[in-house]
């Protein structure tokens, strides 16, 4: 007999046969979901033996390749570091220095304005006194952005050839 269609005037048993069906529900939820799942073609989550069998199946190391392919900054920064030795020596190599990454395309035209701009405001050519000037509040928000871009630029290209400058 099916409690819900009994007409009850309300109260806790009228709710109770609304809500729950008792002859509807099924017996284990894990067993009707598992027949649902075996009916659509999707093995069951709990059945781990299986789970753990494909996977093994699987060689999953002989399809993982890990390699290494250099940037072309990387690769332009090798090339360059021959011609680059020596950038802080004075000013002329330090101009000789932002000409050829201009040159070579690690830097761009608004970059070059900023190292010619390092050269000028500077005592010596140093990354020290490169970072003081960065440092300094005086500047645009865009000198800014590109002064910290070009000693970046500057400290990748001399540590990628072991200190060179």
């Known amino acids: 007999m099916d409690i819900t269609k009994i007409n009850h005037n309300g109260g806790v048993q009228g709710m109770l046969a609304n809500i729950y069906n008792v002859e509807n529900q099924p017996r284990n939820a894990n067993e009707s979901k598992e ?33 290494f392919s250099p940037s072309q900054e990387l690769k332009k920064a090798h090339e360059i570091g021959g011609d680059l030795e020596g950038g802080f020596r004075d000013k002329t190599s330090f101009e000789n220095l932002s000409d050829t990454l201009r040159k070579e395309g690690l830097i761009n035209s608004n970059e070059k304005v900023a190292m010619d701009y390092l050269k000028n405001h500077s005592s010596k050519v140093s990354f020290d006194e490169f970072d003081k000037i960065a440092a300094n509040d005086d500047h645009s ?25």
């Open 35 to 67: 027949s649902e799942q075996k009916l659509n073609g999707v093995d069951s989550v709990h059945n781990k033996d299986k789970s753990i069998q494909s996977l093994q199946s699987v060689d999953i190391t002989r399809r993982i390749e890990d390699r």
């Open 141 to 165: 928000k865009e000198m800014q952005g590109l002064i910290d871009s070009v000693i970046n630029k500057m400290k990748f290209v001399d540590n990628v050839n072991g200190g060179i400058f």
